[in-house]
């Protein structure tokens, strides 16, 4: 079975200053691996997927599968980035649907 | 509808008593997903729809949960005899198989006193 674990709960940091929210799975096969956001008030979201590769706002992710992490790292926080943070796994691919999600961190940045 | 829609929003009801919560994703998604979001606990997965297949209800907590989709779009998640553990928020989620991505409804407040 998929799991997948953030192991803080509660991150702070003062604008400007670097941020990565850590997230580890445990997946024996090829995971796909995402981030997603609720900011305060609003519905959760994909903020962004490993296999895209992309930097969405400025954070982004890199999926290590020796170390099976997938931790987002962010060079500048911003306080619009104070939200809930979840990490999500699909097991055996995207074809199959199923996210299994972390915990969640909520991020603080204060001025 | 725009988005996935959830009814109702907020629902405060006795503890024993039954409830039912709808969920009314977007259109052409085939698959709709709830889950269960409580403090402490995270995003918890609850049951996955995926077309005509039969759903993974691997996730619900006990048989006094259950969910049905009709047609291939509403859903209804069904608690009976509530109980006071059961107050969470309950979010549903349509996607496109395939993508990864789910959109997700505001969700519903369930609060058993």
């Known amino acids: 079975a998929q799991r997948v674990t953030q192991p803080e709960k509660l991150l702070s940091v003062f604008k400007g200053a670097p941020v990565e929210l850590k997230c580890n799975y445990s997946y024996s096969g090829s995971p796909e691996l995402f981030w997603y956001v609720q900011y305060s008030r609003q519905r959760l979201q994909l903020l962004l997927r490993h296999i895209s590769r992309e930097s969405i706002k400025g954070f982004t992710a890199d999926l290590n599968k020796g170390e099976t992490s997938f931790h987002l790292k962010k060079p500048f926080a911003q306080e619009e980035d104070s939200a809930m943070y979840y990490c999500?796994?699909?097991?055996?691919?995207?074809?199959?649907?199923?996210?299994?999600f972390g915990q969640g961190t909520i991020l603080t940045v204060h001025p | 509808g725009a988005g996935v829609s959830q009814s109702p929003s907020n629902k405060v009801t006795e503890k024993g008593k039954d409830v039912e919560l709808r969920c009314d994703p977007i259109s052409g998604h085939t698959a709709l997903y709830w889950y269960r979001q409580s403090l402490g606990q995270g995003l918890e997965f609850l049951i996955y729809f995926q077309g005509n297949s039969a759903p993974d209800k691997s996730g619900l907590p006990s048989d006094r949960f259950s969910a049905e989709r009709t047609g291939g779009s509403v859903s209804t998640l069904t608690i009976q005899r509530t109980q006071q553990e059961d107050s969470a928020v309950y979010l549903c989620?349509?996607?496109?198989?395939?993508?990864?991505?789910?959109?997700f409804g505001e969700g519903s407040r369930l609060t058993v006193l």
């Open positions: 999500a796994l699909v097991a055996g691919g995207t074809s199959y649907g199923k996210l299994t």
């Open positions: 989620a349509s996607s496109q198989i395939g993508t990864g991505e789910l959109f």
